[in-house]
């Protein structure tokens, strides 16, 4: 099957940005030059909006939290694996000082990498979130907090989400 030249740049964009993935601490330390930025998220990629319904997780937010879906495009009119998508939306964060926002897929087919364009971290307060992915598996979308476990900082817990779908 031959990829449309914008769906093929589009979809090694979003393999490759695991392979950019650096560790800056590690280089302001040890004297390397830091690599150049990830290529922007062009909403030109993007050219479907698709209208989805939207519920919240069943663990609930925490007291002070709100995610909110604004809009949803994607490279295809609906929601459906090998489909790109761009998430944007708004949150307020106020059950901690910080959080990380993730784009996440829930599966029956196990846990999926996760992409630079996927997460982003965020303070205590209200902004707005653009948040890519890769639809590799039937599964369902969700827009989540995640906080880090004070005892295993490599760890992470859900601390509510939105879940989105176009059925």
């Known amino acids: 099957m031959k990829l449309p030249h914008k769906n093929l740049r589009r979809a090694l964009l979003v ?3 695991p392979l950019l993935a650096f560790n800056f601490s590690q280089a302001q330390t ?3 030059t830091l690599p150049p930025a990830p290529p922007p998220i ?3 990629d993007f050219p479907y909006t698709i209208k ?3 519920w919240p997780a069943e663990e609930g937010f925490r007291r002070g939290d709100r995610l909110q879906i604004e809009s949803v495009k994607g490279d295809r009119p609906t929601i459906e694996p090998g489909g790109s998508y761009l998430v944007q939306g708004t949150y307020t964060l106020g059950s901690a000082p ?3 926002l993730m784009l996440s897929l829930t599966s029956k087919g196990g846990r999926s ?3 630079a ?3 982003m971290n965020i303070d205590q307060g209200t902004g707005a979130f653009t948040l890519a992915t890769t639809v590799r598996d039937s599964g369902q979308l969700h827009v989540s907090f995640y906080f880090p476990d004070p005892n295993e900082p490599r760890r992470s817990s859900s601390g509510g989400g939105i879940y989105f779908d176009n059925r």
Do not use: M
Request: no cysteine.
């Open 98 to 100: 910080s959080a990380r």
């Open 117 to 119: 364009t996927q997460r």
């Open 30 to 32: 040890s004297g390397n």
């Open 15 to 17: 393999a490759a940005l």
């Open 52 to 54: 989805v319904k939207t």
């Open 42 to 44: 062009s909403e030109a």
């Open 113 to 115: 990498l996760t992409s």
